[in-house]
């Protein structure tokens, strides 16, 4: 059971139910000496979402990306770590 309410004092001593609650998505109203203050909700999530259009676009791209070997990627890996790390991080 979720709880509907916390009050200010309770905030320190039941904040693992407060999460519960708020992780599932209900509100929990905020006493303050008998009076509800306030309201504490919990963060709304905006899907991303793709539309055809945009899958398109990416799927368009995809035989411009330049194809590389095993080695290839290897060697700018490792040229990319040497110019970010120093040359003693790269193991050679």
Do not use: Q
Not at 54 to 63: E, F, M, R
Request: charged share 35%; proline share 7%; hydrophobic share 35%.
């Amino acid at each position: 059971m979720y709880m509907d309410y916390i009050t200010t004092t309770d905030l320190r001593t039941k904040s693992p139910e407060l999460v519960a609650a708020l992780e599932a998505g209900k509100s929990v109203k905020l006493v303050h000496r008998s009076k509800v203050v306030g309201t504490i909700d919990p963060p709304t999530r905006e899907p991303v979402l793709f539309d055809s259009a945009a899958v398109k676009k990416i799927v368009a791209h995809i035989p411009k990306l330049p194809h590389l070997s095993d080695e290839e990627r290897d060697r700018i890996y490792r040229e990319e770590m040497e110019k970010k790390h120093g040359a003693l991080i790269s193991g050679r």
